[in-house]
């Protein structure tokens, strides 16, 4: 069973940055799918981004240029850092992980941590 816990959302201004943390444990960190995604109230839950065992990643259109995701496999935590934030960008952003590469839906999720961009 996996773990996810995120930490580093708040209230920000447009423009502004944010980091947020996601502290895996009990899994092979190193060998798993990590994405972001977030949900905005009344809207789906929509992919942000993801980077797999060998460091490779993607991103969304609307974030491309702006968030930064990272991983350190040695403390098993996985990074978004988020610049030049929009008001569209407030969501709640959730931790996912999947030993599978890329997978559709992920297996296991984190509670979720808030962003919230005023204008």
């Known amino acids: 069973q996996v773990q996810l816990v995120e930490s580093g959302g708040g209230l920000v201004q447009a423009g502004g940055s944010l980091r947020l943390s996601c502290a895996a444990s009990?899994?092979?960190?190193?060998?798993?799918?990590m994405g972001w995604f977030r949900q905005a109230p009344g809207k789906e839950r929509e992919f942000v981004a993801d980077?797999?065992?060998?460091?490779?990643?993607t991103y969304a259109e609307s974030v491309k240029g702006r968030f930064t995701i990272s991983r350190d496999n040695a403390v098993n935590t996985l990074y978004l850092q988020m610049n030049s934030l929009r008001p569209e960008d407030t969501a709640v952003y959730y931790c996912a992980a999947d030993r599978r590469v890329r997978p559709v839906d992920y297996n296991y999720w984190g509670q979720g941590t808030q962003v919230t961009v005023s204008s």
């Open positions: 009990g899994a092979t960190f190193r060998t798993y799918t």
């Open positions: 980077i797999i065992w060998s460091g490779s990643y």
